[in-house]
C-alpha cells in the first residue's frame, strides 16, 4: 500500500474548533480567566486551568472550581498559532505554593530587578486571597520566595471585601507597579459594591507599599482588569447580576458584561466611561461569568476573554471555559465601543519562520491530539517546554501562514519514536494536498530526526497540515530546509 493509499483509508480527526476559525485559541485544554503578558516579540496567556469533574458515575458534572489548583501558559508571536507551555501547579501538596487551596484568574507581570528580567504571576487563592509566584522565565520553572498570600484578610482594608480575588497589574512607564482585585456584592449594595481595591506593589513586585484603596465601581461584580493608553488609566470590570432598569439606564451596561472606567491617576479616583464586552450568551447563546484582560501587542489592541464556545460544540455545557481573542481600536479619546465576539474575525501579525524549529505544541487547529512535557525539567514543574502527543491514525496540527519566501524543498521532524512506526502526510493550503510523508522508523525515547524532500516547492506563505499515521509516537518539533 503507497502513502497516498494509507491516507485514503484514514478518517480525518474532528476538530472543534473548525478549519478557518480563529476562537478558541485552543482546544487541547479549557482555559479560563485569561491574562495576558507581552514580553519582547510574544505574548504570553495565563489561564485558569478548567479540568473536568466527576460524579459517583464517572459523568462530567457541573464545572465547581473547587478542584483547580493549576494555571495553563500558552503563547503567540502572531496571534494566531499558539504553543502550549503546559500546566503550573500552582496550589496544594504538589504545588508550588503549599499553604494555597486553589489558584484562579491570573494575572502576571515582569520587572528588571538586579539587572535581569523576573516574571512574576499572580492568582486568587479561592476568593479569599492572592498569591504570587515568581520565575526568571515567563514559562517557569516558577518558585514561592513569599511563602504566604501577597493579599489577606487580615490585611487593612482587605477583610471587608466580599471576594479577595481578582488581580490584575499594571507596571506604569516609570517602573512603578500597581494592583488591581476584589469583588462581590453586599446585600443591598448591588448598585456601589465599594469591593474593588487598588494599591501600588512595593519594589520586589511582592509587597504593597500602602493601604489598598477602594474604587466605587458601578455595579461591580469580579474581574479587574487595568490598562493604560496616552496619560490615562482605564479600570476594567465585570458587572453584577443584579443590575436594574435603573441601572441601565443611568451606564447603558446589563448583567455580566465588561465596562470601563478612566482616571489620571493609576489609583484613580475612577469615572465611569462605557461598555465594551456584552456578555458571550448574547454572541454565542451561552452564559456564565465575563472575564477579560486588555493589552496592546505589536502597535495592536486586543481584549482577551473567555467563553464556553468550546464545550458547547463537544455537547457539554457544564461550564467549562475557553480562552478567545478580540482585535479593537482604541479612540484617539480612548473611547473603545461594543467589541464584539466572534470566531473568525481576528487576523494573523507577523509569520511563523519554517526554516527554525517549530515546537510540536504550536499550531493554530489540531485535531485528536495533546501535548505533554517534553523534558525532565519540564516533567517536574508540569510547564515548560511541551512536545505533542496522544497521536493516533487520523489526528492532525495545522501551522497557520508560514512564510516560505523564496522557497523550501524539504522537510524535518523531530520525533520520539517510542519503538513505533508511522508516517506523517504534509500538505499545504488545504489537509488533502499532500506535499511530503515523512515515515518514522521505530526508534527509542531519543530524539531521532526523520526527513522527506517535498513533491513541490513551497513558496509564499502557506498553511501546512500534518495528518498523522500509527500512534504512540512524539514529536517535538518541525523544521523545513531551502
Not at 513586585?205 to 490615562?232: C, N, Q, R
Not at 526554516?355 to 510540536?360: D, H, L, S, V
Not at 516547492?457 to 518541525?478: Q, R
Request: proline share 3%.
Amino acid at each position: 500500500m503507497t502513502n497516498e493509499e494509507l491516507f485514503k483509508s484514514i478518517k480525518t480527526a474532528k476538530s472543534y474548533k473548525g478549519d478557518g476559525n480563529v476562537n478558541p485559541v485552543i482546544e487541547q485544554h479549557y482555559g479560563a480567566d485569561p491574562f495576558a503578558l507581552v514580553y519582547g516579540d510574544t505574548v504570553y496567556f495565563y489561564m485558569t486551568a478548567d479540568a473536568y469533574e466527576y460524579d459517583e458515575k464517572g459523568e462530567i458534572k457541573e464545572n465547581t472550581y473547587s478542584k483547580i489548583r493549576s494555571l495553563y501558559v500558552i503563547s503567540t508571536r502572531d496571534m494566531i498559532n499558539f504553543t502550549d507551555h503546559g500546566e503550573i501547579t500552582i496550589a496544594g501538596e504538589g504545588g508550588v505554593t503549599k499553604w494555597a487551596h486553589n489558584s484562579w484568574a491570573p494575572a502576571a507581570a515582569w520587572k528588571m530587578i538586579d539587572g535581569k528580567p523576573k516574571f512574576f504571576l499572580y492568582f486568587a487563592d479561592n476568593g479569599g486571597g492572592i498569591g504570587v509566584v515568581c520565575a526568571d522565565s515567563p514559562v517557569g520553572p516558577f518558585r514561592d520566595e513569599l511563602g504566604h498570600g501577597l493579599i489577606r484578610r487580615d490585611m487593612e482594608n482587605c477583610g471587608n471585601v466580599e471576594w479577595l480575588f481578582d488581580p490584575a497589574v499594571l507596571v506604569d512607564d516609570d517602573g512603578r507597579a500597581y494592583i488591581y482585585f476584589g469583588g462581590g456584592v453586599p446585600k443591598g449594595k448591588a448598585a456601589h459594591p465599594m469591593t474593588g481595591r487598588c494599591a501600588e506593589l512595593g519594589e520586589d513586585m511582592m509587597s504593597l507599599k500602602d493601604v489598598p484603596e477602594v474604587i466605587d465601581a458601578p455595579y461591580l461584580f469580579e474581574d479587574s482588569g487595568i490598562h493604560k493608553y496616552k496619560d490615562t488609566y482605564y479600570y476594567t470590570y465585570c458587572s453584577n447580576f443584579s443590575v436594574d432598569e435603573a441601572g441601565t439606564k443611568e451606564y447603558g451596561f446589563n448583567n455580566g458584561e465588561i465596562n470601563v472606567m478612566e482616571s489620571k491617576s493609576p489609583l484613580g479616583p475612577f469615572t465611569y466611561k462605557e461598555r465594551i464586552l456584552k456578555n458571550p450568551e448574547f454572541f454565542f447563546g451561552v452564559g456564565g461569568n465575563n472575564h477579560h484582560a486588555v493589552f496592546k501587542f505589536k502597535d495592536k489592541w486586543y481584549i482577551t476573554y473567555h467563553a464556553r464556545i468550546l464545550e458547547k460544540e463537544m455537547g457539554i455545557l457544564h461550564g467549562y471555559r475557553s480562552t478567545c481573542i478580540e482585535e479593537f481600536t482604541m479612540g484617539e479619546d480612548g473611547t473603545i465601543g461594543d467589541i464584539e465576539m466572534k470566531k473568525d474575525a481576528r487576523q494573523q501579525v507577523g509569520a511563523l519562520d519554517p526554516f527554525g524549529k517549530i515546537n510540536g505544541a504550536c499550531f493554530a487547529l489540531m485535531g485528536g491530539v495533546d501535548t505533554a512535557p517534553a523534558d525532565e525539567v519540564s516533567r517536574a514543574c508540569g510547564c515548560g517546554n511541551m512536545l505533542l502527543t496522544g497521536i493516533d491514525g487520523g489526528d492532525f496540527v495545522k501551522l497557520a501562514g508560514l512564510d516560505f519566501a523564496d522557497g523550501a524543498g524539504s522537510v524535518k521532524a523531530y520525533v520520539k519514536s517510542n519503538g513505533k512506526f508511522g508516517v506523517i502526510r504534509v500538505s499545504a493550503d488545504s489537509i488533502d494536498n499532500a506535499v511530503a510523508y515523512i515515515e518514522v522508523a521505530a526508534a527509542g525515547e531519543e530524539e531521532s530526526v526523520f526527513e522527506a524532500k517535498l513533491d513541490e516547492k513551497l513558496t509564499g506563505k502557506k498553511d501546512l497540515y500534518f495528518t498523522f499515521s500509527g500512534s504512540g509516537y512524539e514529536v517535538l518539533a518541525w523544521q523545513f530546509e531551502k
